[in-house]
């Protein structure tokens, strides 16, 4: 049986507003009729909420508890992935010298904080992976020398590579074709020629 979506925010402890955002992003669903079943809700609320941000009565606190247990395969395996997710979330903590007392549970605050020092890894992973890509300066810029000196090098002997490959050419034809060549450089060059 449903309640209305005012009921069902008093029931569970939320705002009617959060109820109507909650059906509209599709978190919680709408019986046929247009009313709300509010155990329905509660799970679905718990499920997608971040428990330190919620304010849904849950167990004790609500109106009813779910009667069903979970099947023993279903309950072994998150027993697993929990005892998993602890561990690692204690192993993240310890690297970056954060002491947990043996036998101390595990807060939502430290799964949070274990949470960010991941984010951070990553991020600096990321920054030294960019790094990486770029070049030093002084290298970038004795590289740029060196390519030009053979560029230069290149364009001086045109005149050269000229005269072999076309010998009925005059001395004078070759001096006009190395000054050219010259002063096409020098005008590249700009004002810092040599």
Do not use: Y
Not at 56 to 71: D, H, I, K, L
Not at 82 to 108: M, N
Request: hydrophobic share 40%; net charge negative.
């Amino acid at each position: 049986m449903g309640v209305s979506r005012r009921e069902c925010a008093k029931i569970i402890g939320v705002t009617e507003a959060a109820i109507r955002k909650a059906i509209k992003t599709g978190r919680v669903s709408v019986e046929a009729d247009g009313t709300l079943d509010p155990e329905a809700v509660r799970a679905a609320w718990v499920r997608s909420t971040d428990p330190a941000r919620t304010g849904v009565r849950t167990g004790s606190q609500g109106t009813q508890t779910p009667s069903e247990e979970p099947a023993p395969t279903v309950l072994a395996q998150a027993t697993v992935e929990a005892q998993l997710a602890t561990t690692r979330v204690r192993a993240i903590l310890r690297a970056e010298g954060v002491v947990i007392a043996d036998g101390e549970e595990l807060t939502f605050n430290h799964a949070r904080t274990a949470e960010k020092i991941v984010q951070t890894w990553q991020r600096d992973q990321a920054h030294a992976k960019e790094a990486e890509r770029l070049i030093d300066a002084e290298a970038a810029g004795r590289r740029w020398a060196d390519e030009t000196a053979k560029l230069r090098a290149r364009l001086l002997a045109i005149p050269g590579d000229i005269a072999l490959e076309l010998s009925h050419l005059s001395k004078h034809d070759l001096s006009v074709i190395d000054r050219v060549v010259r002063d096409v450089m020098t005008a590249g060059a700009g004002d810092d020629a040599p």
